[in-house]
């Protein structure tokens, strides 16, 4: 493994409080960078920072984190230092968000090709047969969706085999930590406004990171693109969620935050509900002109963190909730369209050869997302089926599946493919398979639930989107601040909520 100096610092992994800890050796420093620099001090530093400023989760060893705001509260596990992250490949990734917008929206469109695409999947996977369901209802009776909302993150890895900055996937629902990211590069900038002389790093160099006030204002705005004043905005929750404080800075920042809408809401009495689905579907209702009502109250936005995973559908009530909603005339974040365009399968579809063509125009806009994208190949091409049961290692396994830890790698994605061809039928079809994109590592301080220890780790950037329209008119199409996870480089799932990577921010280079 090539270790680039990317953190300076060198400590045990057990962290001991009074141990000033001396950076790495001379020769990969610049002058001056021999100064101890005091990690356990940081660490504390950082702590009460995220304390003080919410960058908080809902802690496991409590029970009612999950489910009673303010009880049960821990930092939220993040990296004591931004990543290094070169600025061409960052731009790059900017640039990318309005035309990923763009294309989920006209893929959106294009029901047939949805359909078509995830006909095969449905077979032998049954929640993407349900949303394909709703989905076809929709088609049935031509629904329409005038004004669409899109809250998006694009994430990408960057392969230290082509030096190139390539697509993991696009999330169009749920897109998590727009909240908690933005305070992780704050955090950061405080910390090197203090140690960042002793470190050389300069904190101007981590860029501004807006997610959750852009997140909000895309609500906001999309509150008034309805234009019903005494109509709420609703997000669609998890009965249990310890990421409820990402959650809840957005509606802090829909309350308080937001000056263009905020005098608009306050005096029309702006008022946010959080529902579960079960009690969507027990409190909820559609009008005959379309208009969905919750305990009574009009609904104008529905903005979804939950609903992405077969876990948020134990009963038919949540299933039934969706499809309400989906007929309703509210603006979905996501729509059952836009929701489909983010699976897994979708996203192999549109890199076959002369699919982008058929939804975009711009011919350098879709060489830009060509660039990005990695192999990506469906499980009825026998070739590769082979090339990845000889080479595991080069290939992840996916299926339709979102919020981490569903992939299969290595050993298991050679037995699992061995054992799906045995199997007769469609079994490959609920999968698709992807090049494995390997980053370069390098040591971290990773601090989790006040223990700060040292790893090799990989990270993935990922670039918030909000777009909103409304019939013709685009109102925004814009990238909106990012994400960093970092991970150590021996896991491979990602997810933070999940358990296996920590918040971060990036410094430029
Ligand atoms: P999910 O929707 O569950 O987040 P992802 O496609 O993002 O699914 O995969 C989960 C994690 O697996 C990613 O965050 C990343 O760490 C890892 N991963 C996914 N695809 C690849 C790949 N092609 N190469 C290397 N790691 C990958
Ligand atoms: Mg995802
Ligand atoms: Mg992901």
Redesign the pocket.
């Known amino acids: 493994l090539h270790v680039p100096p990317r953190r300076r610092m060198v400590v045990s992994r057990a962290m001991s409080a009074e141990a000033p800890l001396g950076v790495t050796p001379a020769a990969e420093e610049p002058a001056g960078r021999q100064e101890a620099v005091p990690v356990a001090e940081m660490v504390e530093e950082a702590a009460v920072w995220c304390a003080v400023h919410g960058l908080v989760v809902g802690d496991r060893a409590e029970p009612r984190s999950g489910t009673v705001p303010g009880v049960g509260l821990v930092h939220a596990p993040f990296s004591l230092l931004p990543a290094r992250f070169p600025a061409s490949f960052w731009k790059q990734a900017c640039e990318l968000a309005p035309i990923f917008n763009d294309l989920v929206d006209r893929v959106s469109l294009d029901g047939e090709f949805l359909q078509d695409s995830l006909s095969r999947a449905r077979q032998v996977d049954d929640f993407t047969a349900r949303l394909l369901d709703i989905h076809a209802k929709m088609m049935e009776i031509n629904k329409e969706e005038d004004i669409r909302l899109g809250l998006h993150r694009s994430d990408y890895m960057l392969d230290s085999e082509t030096n190139s900055l390539l697509q993991i996937?696009n999330?169009t629902i749920s897109s998590s930590f727009p909240g908690l990211g933005s305070l992780v590069s704050e955090l950061h900038r405080t910390l090197l406004n203090r140690y960042g002389k002793t470190l050389g790093l300069d904190s101007k160099r981590i860029p501004r990171n807006r997610a959750a006030t852009q997140f909000a204002e895309a609500l906001g705005i999309a509150w008034t693109e309805f234009n019903n004043k005494s109509a709420v905005i609703m997000m669609v929750v998890q009965p249990e969620e310890r990421n409820m404080y990402d959650q809840y800075w957005l509606i802090n920042h829909l309350k308080e935050s937001y000056p263009l809408v905020i005098c608009f809401l306050f005096c029309c009495n702006f008022k946010l509900l959080t529902k579960t689905l079960a009690q969507v579907e027990a409190g909820g209702h559609v009008l005959p002109d379309g208009t969905l009502v919750i305990d009574g109250q009009t609904v104008s936005v529905v903005y979804f963190r939950a609903g992405y995973s077969p876990n948020d559908y134990p009963s038919e009530a949540e299933w039934k909730a969706r499809l309400l909603m989906e007929q309703s005339s509210a603006i979905k974040c996501p729509s059952i369209s836009y929701h489909l365009v983010g699976t897994k399968k979708i996203q192999q579809e549109l890199a076959k050869p002369n699919v982008l063509e058929r939804f975009l125009d711009n011919k350098e806009d879709i060489a830009k997302l060509r660039k990005c994208f990695a192999g990506l190949w469906s499980l009825d091409n026998e070739e590769i089926v082979k090339t990845a049961i000889e080479k595991p290692d080069l290939f992840v396994l996916k299926p339709q599946r979102?919020?981490g830890g569903n992939n299969i790698y290595g050993h298991d994605l050679q037995e699992t493919l061995v054992r799906l061809q045995k199997e007769q039928g469609e079994a490959l079809a609920a999968y698709i398979l992807m090049q494995r994109i390997f980053p370069r590592a390098s040591l971290t301080h990773l601090v989790q639930g006040g223990v700060c220890f040292e790893d090799l780790t990989i990270s993935e950037l990922g670039i918030y989107g909000a777009y909103l329209r409304n019939k013709d008119k685009v109102v925004m199409n814009n990238q909106c601040g990012y994400l960093m996870r970092t991970k150590v480089s021996s896991s491979n799932e990602g997810g933070v909520a999940a358990g296996f990577a920590v918040l971060d921010s990036i410094l430029l280079t």
Do not use: K, R
């Open positions: 996937e999330n979102e919020g």
